[in-house]
């Protein structure tokens, strides 16, 4: 597996290279902006682990070029800023996760691993469908209406926890275990704003609407009526 470490304090730099390397990864390590967002826009990598305040090119921009370029490549924010806006912002421009430093190893592999997992898809042909809209989980291909959405690894495995318990009211705490492995505190909207920017590509433009929000308890994906 090969991974981008894009990270430009020294120290953190060399131990990050040398943990993941121990760990059994092909590790590029990129010490500025500009080198990662070329590295990132030009090779092919299974994950990248990504600073935010970098020299030249922030992290912020090299997530949105990705995502711009419909590049679906994992990315894991690992930074110092740790204010609810900064994780917001992250999860708005597509990453699919996001760890504050200081932090054990121990659980940055962890969550590697997670990431990498989800990457992979599962060897069978099964398909789910509602209405007009279908997902292939070997291709990773979404359809609606028989137009192609590119969504991130997050969003895929956001819609498709819905799709598989379509129907049902999914509270926002079942979400982030299912999909993110881990609790969000009850105060962010962090859940809230993964759901917005799936509705924004499988909802806006199309009918009939399919994701729900369920005031006070959570959301649902179903066609109305049904």
Do not use: C
Request: net charge negative.
């Amino acid at each position: 597996m090969r991974l981008l470490v894009v990270e430009d304090e020294l120290k953190s730099g060399d131990y990050l290279k040398q943990g993941l390397g121990e760990a059994g990864f092909q590790v590029s390590l990129a010490r500025n902006g500009l080198d990662g967002h070329h590295l990132a826009m030009t090779e092919n990598f299974d994950l990248i682990i990504l600073d935010i305040m970098l020299p030249d090119v922030d992290g912020w921009r090299i997530l949105q070029s990705l995502r711009e370029n419909q590049s679906n490549t994992p990315v894991l924010f690992l930074t110092a800023r740790d204010s609810v806006e900064d994780r917001v912002k992250g999860l708005e421009l597509g990453a699919d996760d996001y760890l504050v430093k200081p932090f054990a190893f121990a659980e940055l592999l962890a969550r590697v691993r997670t990431l990498l997992r989800r990457g992979i898809s599962p060897k069978q042909t099964e398909k789910l469908s509602i209405a007009n809209l279908h997902l292939d989980l070997l291709s990773r291909n979404v359809l609606r209406d028989d137009k192609k959405i590119v969504l991130t690894q997050k969003e895929f495995a956001l819609l498709e926890l819905l799709i598989r318990r379509q129907g049902e009211v999914l509270p926002r705490s079942l979400i982030a275990s299912q999909v993110w492995d881990m609790n969000f505190d009850s105060d962010t909207n962090v859940i809230d704003v993964a759901i917005r920017r799936l509705r924004a590509k499988i909802d806006d433009n199309f009918e009939p609407k399919l994701i729900h929000t369920i005031r006070g308890m959570g959301y649902k994906l179903e066609v109305e009526g049904d």
